[in-house]
């Protein structure tokens, strides 16, 4: 299986570490999405698309990025994402970018995300919420759902 993650991380790194683990597992690159041309994707069986959270949506680069796919039928895909904030089940932050991909041609297989230090503006003064995110067991989620990810492409 051949598999590439394109992520935007910018504040803290925190997507980043993330990327990393579920790379290390699906012995996938982590890339920006202006170190990949989109022409790429279609060598690849498996792609990861993520970033932090931004007031409730996915980063405006990755957002562009997948915007700028041209349709057509792909392999598998995932989201995956850290934020501040839990991601609500009546309004799931990762459903905009999931029918984005879907409407590109991807099959996508799953979503990722946790939480992660976030010192949006009037978080700032205090150092931010939940600090000291993402920790080992986020990691450790992480690795898990890449792990399963990895054994149902497989399959």
């Known amino acids: 299986m051949k ?5 935007t991380s910018v504040s803290h790194g925190n997507t980043k570490r993330i990327a990393d683990v579920m790379g290390h597992v699906l012995s996938a690159r982590v890339v920006t999405p202006d170190q990949i041309d989109p022409g ?8 990861g ?12 680069q990755l957002r562009e990025f997948v915007e700028s796919l041209p349709q057509e039928q792909r392999r598998k895909a995932f989201v995956f994402a850290t934020s501040g904030f839990p991601e609500a089940r009546f309004q799931r932050f990762s459903r905009p970018l999931v029918k984005l991909l879907e409407q ?10 946790c939480r992660a230090l976030d010192t949006f503006a009037p978080f700032k003064p205090f150092g931010g919420i939940k600090k000291n995110r993402p920790n080992g067991a986020d990691l450790a989620a992480a690795r898990t759902f890449a792990e399963r990810l990895r054994a149902h492409i497989a399959a």
């Open 104 to 113: 590109k041609g991807f099959e996508v297989t799953g979503t990722f995300s």
């Open 40 to 47: 790429e994707l279609a060598d690849y069986d498996l792609v």
């Open 3 to 7: 598999a590439v993650l394109v992520c």
């Open 49 to 60: 698309f993520g970033s932090g959270i931004f007031l409730g949506a996915f980063h405006t």
